[in-house]
């Protein structure tokens, strides 16, 4: 996976003013375009699209201090097909206009090129198993809530605490497929995981075809496949989110699966009464590489 990204970054930089082909890029490191988006920003710790518009505004940079051309002529250089578009993302990331940055020479905010390694921690390994599940539906309430990356998602919670407490009695009666127990279900995430990006939160469980549901209830169909299942304990959401990141920074670079599509699931084993602590299950949809 490491080099696979890094010959992303080779085909990004060998074609700055191109349009972004992800579907395209993906096929030429080997991968899927699912897969990829997840891996870049959770590595780059910025989405692939950003990265591209941050380099394109780097060398464009260079190229009006050094250059004597017109701005439209720098702007189509870098892929834009006007020069009030190509100066609006130029403001964006140098935080002053090009007009300026030409008679001032600066300041800019450059990026780097990036070269991603795999850094062998290995103190402590993580816990996780793979399994088969068949095909199968998750039951429950689901919400439109913002994507948090670090913290409590407020909006999470405060849906949650909409469910009156009888209704999670009524849930766990009906599930009887894995994953076990009440769960915490996201789905239809931007596919650069970007903060604060909306996504479909379901509140509920795991049920066969077998199950009757009752016809209040919120209903998402999950293909049968592979999953990775990893156990996380300790302080709540913090643990949760440590593994989640660790996923890509670890264990995907160095094991022969990647991500498929499929909402990821976390299942509650156990939990302080306050939720400060708890062990929770982290199920993600995978496949071989």
């Known amino acids: 996976m490491i080099a696979s990204l890094n010959r992303l970054v080779d085909l990004v930089e060998d074609d700055l003013a191109g349009d972004l082909d992800v579907a395209r890029l993906a096929v030429a490191v080997g991968t899927t375009e699912y897969h990829l988006r997840r891996m870049f920003s959770s590595l780059a710790g910025m989405p692939l699209s950003e990265y591209v518009r941050r380099r394109r505004m780097t060398v464009?940079?260079?190229e009006l201090v050094t250059g004597t051309g017109d701005l439209l002529g720098v702007a189509v250089r870098s892929g834009y097909g006007s020069a009030e578009a190509f100066g609006r993302a130029f403001q964006a990331v140098h935080g002053i206009g090009p007009g300026r940055a030409r008679q001032d020479g600066g300041p800019f905010r450059a990026q780097a090129r990036l070269r991603f390694r795999l850094t062998v921690e290995g103190a402590v390994p993580m816990d996780v198993r793979l399994t088969t599940l068949p095909a199968h539906r998750l039951v429950g309430h689901a919400a439109r809530v913002p994507l948090v990356h670090h913290g409590v998602n407020a909006?999470?919670?405060?849906?949650?605490?909409?469910?009156?407490?009888?209704?999670?009695?009524?849930?766990?009666a009906i599930g009887d497929a894995e994953p076990r127990g009440l769960l915490a279900v996201s789905t239809d995430l931007d596919p650069d995981r970007r903060e604060g990006t909306g996504l479909t939160y379901l509140h509920g469980v795991a049920v066969s075809d077998s199950v009757e549901v009752p016809g209040d209830l919120d209903v998402l169909d999950v293909d049968a496949g592979a999953?990775?299942?990893?156990?996380?304990?300790?302080?709540?959401?913090?643990?949760?989110?440590?593994?989640?990141?660790?996923?890509?920074?670890?264990?995907?670079?160095?094991?022969?699966?990647?991500?498929?599509?499929?909402?990821?699931?976390?299942?509650?084993?156990?939990?302080?009464?306050?939720?400060?602590?708890?062990t929770v299950e982290l199920w993600l949809p995978v496949e071989e590489a």
Request: proline share 8%.
């Open 60 to 62: 464009a940079a260079a």
């Open 155 to 172: 909006a999470v919670q405060q849906h949650v605490a909409s469910i009156d407490p009888a209704e999670h009695v009524r849930l766990k």
């Open 227 to 278: 999953w990775a299942v990893f156990r996380a304990a300790g302080a709540y959401p913090d643990a949760l989110q440590a593994v989640w990141a660790a996923t890509a920074t670890e264990w995907f670079p160095s094991n022969p699966w990647r991500l498929r599509p499929g909402p990821e699931v976390v299942a509650v084993l156990d939990r302080a009464a306050d939720f400060s602590t708890a």
